[in-house]
């Protein structure tokens, strides 16, 4: 079994950065793809970012490349996403998740912290 908890949203002006983190609990943890997904009102989930179980596959949404930073520590069982030069439209509940990639549906998910971004 696989928890997951998310930390370090929060308001920020647009332009501005943030780093959230995903607390992993579980011996598992280092063997999973792990990832982001966001939700924003009224929108469906969509993904964000997934890193590979040793970190040397990651793959970006469209949105987010060039901007966003995914990164694993797994001594620490903590995923990380680095936001530089945020947008309003970058106001969501982001949610750790899984396994994770582009075409992988999570089995694990966290309960979500809020970024909202300010214009």
């Known amino acids: 079994q696989v928890q997951l908890v998310e930390s370090g949203g929060g308001l920020v002006q647009a332009g501005g950065s943030l780093r959230i983190s995903c607390a992993a609990s579980?011996?598992?943890?280092?063997?999973?793809?792990a990832g982001w997904f966001r939700q924003a009102p009224g929108k469906e989930r969509e993904f964000v970012a997934a890193?590979?179980?040793?970190?040397?596959?990651?793959d970006y949404a469209d949105s987010v490349k060039g901007r966003f930073t995914i990164s694993r520590d797994n001594a620490k069982r903590t995923v990380y996403l680095e936001m530089n030069s945020l947008k309003p439209e970058d106001t969501a509940v982001y949610y750790c998740?899984?396994?994770?990639?582009?075409?992988?549906?999570?089995?694990?998910w966290g309960q979500g912290t809020q970024v909202t971004v300010s214009s």
């Open positions: 998740a899984a396994p994770a990639g582009i075409a992988t549906t999570p089995n694990y």
């Open positions: 890193i590979d179980r040793n970190g040397g596959s990651i």
């Open positions: 579980g011996i598992t943890f280092r063997w999973l793809d």
